[in-house]
Protein backbone atom coordinates (compact mmCIF):
# COMPACT_ATOMS: atom_id res chain seq x y z
CA UNK A 1 0.00 0.00 0.00
CA UNK A 2 2.87 2.39 0.57
CA UNK A 3 3.73 2.06 -3.45
CA UNK A 4 0.04 2.39 -4.04
CA UNK A 5 0.08 5.83 -1.93
CA UNK A 6 3.53 6.79 -3.73
CA UNK A 7 2.44 6.11 -7.41
CA UNK A 8 -1.23 6.60 -6.95
CA UNK A 9 -1.66 3.01 -9.16
CA UNK A 10 -2.11 -0.48 -8.69
CA UNK A 11 0.43 -2.48 -7.66
CA UNK A 12 1.16 -6.66 -8.10
CA UNK A 13 4.32 -7.74 -6.11
CA UNK A 14 4.85 -11.81 -6.85
CA UNK A 15 8.11 -14.50 -6.79
CA UNK A 16 8.30 -16.85 -9.47
CA UNK A 17 9.39 -20.37 -8.58
CA UNK A 18 10.67 -23.28 -9.95
CA UNK A 19 7.55 -24.12 -12.34
CA UNK A 20 8.56 -20.38 -13.67
CA UNK A 21 4.55 -19.26 -12.22
CA UNK A 22 4.60 -15.85 -10.56
CA UNK A 23 2.43 -15.70 -7.36
CA UNK A 24 1.82 -12.93 -4.37
CA UNK A 25 -0.28 -9.86 -3.62
CA UNK A 26 -1.83 -7.20 -4.79
CA UNK A 27 -3.26 -4.23 -3.62
CA UNK A 28 -5.23 -1.15 -5.11
CA UNK A 29 -7.31 1.83 -3.90
CA UNK A 30 -10.98 1.14 -3.80
CA UNK A 31 -11.08 4.86 -4.97
CA UNK A 32 -9.62 4.39 -8.04
CA UNK A 33 -12.31 5.96 -10.39
CA UNK A 34 -11.91 3.72 -13.16
CA UNK A 35 -10.56 0.50 -11.32
CA UNK A 36 -13.04 -0.06 -8.50
CA UNK A 37 -11.84 -3.87 -7.71
CA UNK A 38 -7.98 -4.91 -8.99
CA UNK A 39 -9.48 -8.60 -8.78
CA UNK A 40 -12.10 -8.41 -11.20
CA UNK A 41 -9.56 -6.71 -13.57
CA UNK A 42 -7.41 -9.30 -13.40
CA UNK A 43 -9.78 -12.21 -13.88
CA UNK A 44 -11.38 -10.76 -16.40
CA UNK A 45 -7.89 -10.95 -18.48
CA UNK A 46 -8.67 -14.57 -18.77
CA UNK A 47 -4.38 -15.03 -18.08
CA UNK A 48 -4.73 -15.40 -14.90
CA UNK A 49 -4.08 -19.40 -12.57
CA UNK A 50 -6.21 -17.79 -9.71
CA UNK A 51 -6.90 -14.21 -8.07
CA UNK A 52 -8.72 -14.85 -4.20
CA UNK A 53 -9.38 -12.71 -1.47
CA UNK A 54 -11.02 -9.25 -1.77
CA UNK A 55 -11.35 -6.56 -4.57
CA UNK A 56 -8.16 -4.75 -4.37
CA UNK A 57 -6.04 -6.74 -1.40
CA UNK A 58 -5.87 -10.59 -2.80
CA UNK A 59 -3.62 -13.24 -3.62
CA UNK A 60 -2.49 -14.11 -7.38
CA UNK A 61 -1.09 -16.67 -9.48
CA UNK A 62 0.32 -16.42 -13.64
CA UNK A 63 2.30 -17.98 -15.50
CA UNK A 64 5.59 -16.63 -16.66
CA UNK A 65 4.71 -16.87 -19.69
CA UNK A 66 1.29 -14.50 -20.03
CA UNK A 67 3.44 -12.25 -17.96
CA UNK A 68 3.84 -9.81 -21.48
CA UNK A 69 0.05 -10.48 -22.17
CA UNK A 70 -0.69 -9.63 -19.20
CA UNK A 71 1.25 -6.28 -19.28
CA UNK A 72 -0.54 -5.77 -22.85
CA UNK A 73 -3.59 -6.13 -21.23
CA UNK A 74 -3.36 -3.47 -18.70
CA UNK A 75 -1.41 -1.15 -21.37
CA UNK A 76 -4.68 -1.57 -23.57
CA UNK A 77 -7.01 -1.29 -20.84
CA UNK A 78 -6.29 1.24 -18.16
CA UNK A 79 -5.43 4.88 -19.10
CA UNK A 80 -4.18 7.87 -16.38
CA UNK A 81 -7.42 9.07 -15.69
CA UNK A 82 -8.80 5.80 -14.16
CA UNK A 83 -6.29 6.47 -11.08
CA UNK A 84 -7.27 10.07 -10.37
CA UNK A 85 -9.12 9.38 -6.71
CA UNK A 86 -13.16 9.59 -6.31
CA UNK A 87 -14.06 10.11 -2.84
CA UNK A 88 -17.76 10.43 -1.24
CA UNK A 89 -17.61 13.59 1.10
CA UNK A 90 -19.73 14.83 3.61
CA UNK A 91 -18.68 18.51 3.13
CA UNK A 92 -16.95 20.87 0.57
CA UNK A 93 -15.68 23.82 2.42
CA UNK A 94 -13.65 27.12 1.53
CA UNK A 95 -10.36 26.93 3.29
CA UNK A 96 -9.80 30.96 3.47
CA UNK A 97 -12.91 30.99 5.71
CA UNK A 98 -13.03 29.57 9.41
CA UNK A 99 -14.55 26.17 9.40
CA UNK A 100 -13.07 25.55 12.91
CA UNK A 101 -16.54 25.57 14.29
CA UNK A 102 -17.99 23.10 12.13
CA UNK A 103 -15.01 20.68 11.92
CA UNK A 104 -14.58 21.26 15.83
CA UNK A 105 -18.28 20.11 16.38
CA UNK A 106 -17.84 17.50 14.80
CA UNK A 107 -14.76 16.22 15.66
CA UNK A 108 -15.72 16.19 19.15
CA UNK A 109 -18.55 13.00 19.15
CA UNK A 110 -16.29 10.60 17.60
CA UNK A 111 -18.86 8.24 19.66
CA UNK A 112 -21.54 8.73 16.56
CA UNK A 113 -19.40 6.48 14.07
CA UNK A 114 -18.57 2.87 13.92
CA UNK A 115 -20.57 -0.10 13.38
CA UNK A 116 -20.82 0.74 9.63
CA UNK A 117 -21.29 4.54 9.95
CA UNK A 118 -18.10 5.89 8.68
CA UNK A 119 -16.60 9.23 9.87
CA UNK A 120 -17.59 12.34 8.67
CA UNK A 121 -14.95 13.57 5.63
CA UNK A 122 -14.19 17.17 4.24
CA UNK A 123 -12.96 18.48 1.47
CA UNK A 124 -11.30 21.58 2.13
CA UNK A 125 -9.60 23.85 -0.60
CA UNK A 126 -7.46 27.45 -1.23
CA UNK A 127 -5.56 27.00 2.07
CA UNK A 128 -2.51 28.95 1.93
CA UNK A 129 0.50 27.62 2.98
CA UNK A 130 1.85 30.85 4.98
CA UNK A 131 2.29 29.15 8.21
CA UNK A 132 3.70 25.84 7.88
CA UNK A 133 6.12 23.59 10.06
CA UNK A 134 7.97 20.58 9.12
CA UNK A 135 7.71 17.97 12.35
CA UNK A 136 9.18 14.91 13.31
CA UNK A 137 13.00 13.67 14.20
CA UNK A 138 13.74 13.08 10.04
CA UNK A 139 10.95 16.11 9.53
CA UNK A 140 8.99 13.74 7.63
CA UNK A 141 5.66 15.08 8.88
CA UNK A 142 3.96 18.71 8.37
CA UNK A 143 1.41 20.83 10.49
CA UNK A 144 -0.20 23.67 7.99
CA UNK A 145 -1.95 26.29 10.21
CA UNK A 146 -4.75 28.51 8.46
CA UNK A 147 -8.02 29.92 9.83
CA UNK A 148 -8.00 28.29 12.95
CA UNK A 149 -7.08 24.64 11.64
CA UNK A 150 -3.84 22.82 11.85
CA UNK A 151 -3.88 20.65 8.94
CA UNK A 152 -1.20 17.60 9.69
CA UNK A 153 0.20 14.76 7.64
CA UNK A 154 2.71 12.33 8.71
CA UNK A 155 5.48 10.35 7.36
CA UNK A 156 5.66 11.20 4.44
CA UNK A 157 8.71 13.36 3.40
CA UNK A 158 7.72 13.88 -0.35
CA UNK A 159 4.53 15.75 0.56
CA UNK A 160 6.73 18.06 3.16
CA UNK A 161 9.05 18.73 0.17
CA UNK A 162 6.72 19.28 -2.02
CA UNK A 163 5.28 22.21 -0.01
CA UNK A 164 8.03 22.97 1.08
CA UNK A 165 8.90 24.11 -1.95
CA UNK A 166 5.75 25.42 -3.32
CA UNK A 167 4.55 27.62 -0.71
CA UNK A 168 3.21 30.32 -3.35
CA UNK A 169 0.55 27.52 -4.69
CA UNK A 170 -2.84 27.09 -2.54
CA UNK A 171 -3.52 23.59 -0.94
CA UNK A 172 -7.29 21.11 -1.31
CA UNK A 173 -7.41 18.32 1.26
CA UNK A 174 -9.40 15.74 2.04
CA UNK A 175 -9.58 14.52 5.23
CA UNK A 176 -10.84 13.80 8.48
CA UNK A 177 -11.65 15.91 11.47
CA UNK A 178 -9.59 15.59 15.11
CA UNK A 179 -9.30 17.96 17.86
CA UNK A 180 -5.78 17.30 20.13
CA UNK A 181 -5.17 18.49 23.97
CA UNK A 182 -2.38 19.46 24.89
CA UNK A 183 -1.31 21.80 28.27
CA UNK A 184 -5.18 23.08 28.45
CA UNK A 185 -5.68 24.02 24.90
CA UNK A 186 -7.57 22.24 22.54
CA UNK A 187 -6.78 22.54 18.50
CA UNK A 188 -8.82 21.15 15.82
CA UNK A 189 -6.73 19.49 13.17
CA UNK A 190 -7.68 17.94 10.45
CA UNK A 191 -6.00 15.00 8.81
CA UNK A 192 -5.32 15.14 5.00
CA UNK A 193 -5.87 11.54 3.39
CA UNK A 194 -5.26 12.88 0.17
CA UNK A 195 -4.18 16.27 -1.38
CA UNK A 196 -4.15 18.43 -4.21
CA UNK A 197 -1.44 21.57 -4.95
CA UNK A 198 -3.27 24.50 -7.33
CA UNK A 199 -1.73 28.16 -8.43
CA UNK A 200 -3.35 30.72 -6.58
CA UNK A 201 -4.34 32.06 -9.75
CA UNK A 202 -6.00 28.58 -10.81
CA UNK A 203 -9.68 27.67 -10.13
CA UNK A 204 -10.01 24.43 -8.18
CA UNK A 205 -10.86 20.83 -9.89
CA UNK A 206 -10.57 18.56 -7.20
Not at 28 to 57: R, V
Request: aromatic share 12%; glycine share 8%; net charge negative.
Amino acid sequence: MAMVNKYHKPCMIGRRNDKDEIAGSIRSNGNFAGLPSFKKFLEESGLMNYTAGHDNAAGWSVNGNKVASLIDYANTHLHTEDFENCYTVDYILNGSKDNSALVGNIAAHPEYFGNHIDEVRFVITDIQLMNVLAMGANKDSIKISSNGIDYIKFKDVDFVDKIMNNRQKRLTVYGRGNLNYFNGNTTVQVFIEDYELVDSTSKYDF
